[in-house]
């Protein structure tokens, strides 16, 4: 099955609209999630760069990626204190720990796939913004969102590109193929709450 199609990750799960009803009815918690989640993935991204100095298109990618990330965060954290929101406690992501659990050992492997579960994450992200973009009241907010997902439609190709640069693209087609079931699986099977996962 194609995994890749016109610079699209192709997800093998369509977010049902009953999440988005179940996010706009506590879109309180959705920001808060969204901060959290924003402000991971710039961790995730310094991580990989530390990781592996030795890859400096990767060092470079990430910094930039890191930087990106938390200027998303810094913006929401200014939409929730706007609303008289605080930045609430941290939780677990059950959807990113399971999808983590698919890594394998071996320095080659386990590259190859962190930088794939990396862009299957930002395309559920990319996916689920979009849905917020498209279906919140508040037209500034549609507008927020609009900007947050053409970002992120970005960067899970970005994922791929680094993919790319270390290995072959069968191996790669055939690794997206096995984790993309894996990611469907995984979201199919987790209730559905006002987070972005």
């Not at 706009?24 to 995730?44: C, P, T, V, W, Y």
């Not at 290995?167 to 790669?172: A, G, K, L, M």
């Amino acid at each position: 099955m194609t995994a890749i199609k016109d610079d699209l990750l192709l997800l093998r799960f369509n977010t049902p609209m009953s999440w988005v009803e179940t996010v706009l009815n506590d879109f309180d918690a959705f920001l808060n999630d969204h901060a959290q989640a924003e402000k991971k993935a710039s961790g995730m991204a310094m991580s990989m760069l530390l990781h592996y100095p030795d890859k400096p298109e990767l060092v470079s990618a990430m910094a930039d990626l890191s930087i990106e990330e938390l200027a998303h965060f810094r913006e929401v954290i200014k939409l929730m204190q706007a609303q008289g929101l605080h930045l609430g406690p941290d939780e677990k992501d059950p959807y990113v720990n399971g999808l983590r659990k698919h890594t394998r050992n071996g320095s080659q492997w386990y590259l190859l796939d962190r930088l794939l579960i990396a862009a299957i994450i930002e395309a559920r992200g990319c996916e689920r913004f979009g849905l917020v973009a498209q279906h919140h009241p508040d037209a500034k907010m549609r507008q927020f969102y609009q900007l947050i997902t053409d970002s992120e439609s970005k960067h899970h190709m970005l994922f791929i590109d680094l993919a790319e640069r270390y290995f072959d693209r069968p191996t790669i087609e055939q690794r997206l193929d096995e984790l993309l079931d894996a990611e469907a699986e995984i979201t199919q099977g987790l209730p559905i709450r006002a987070a972005l996962h």
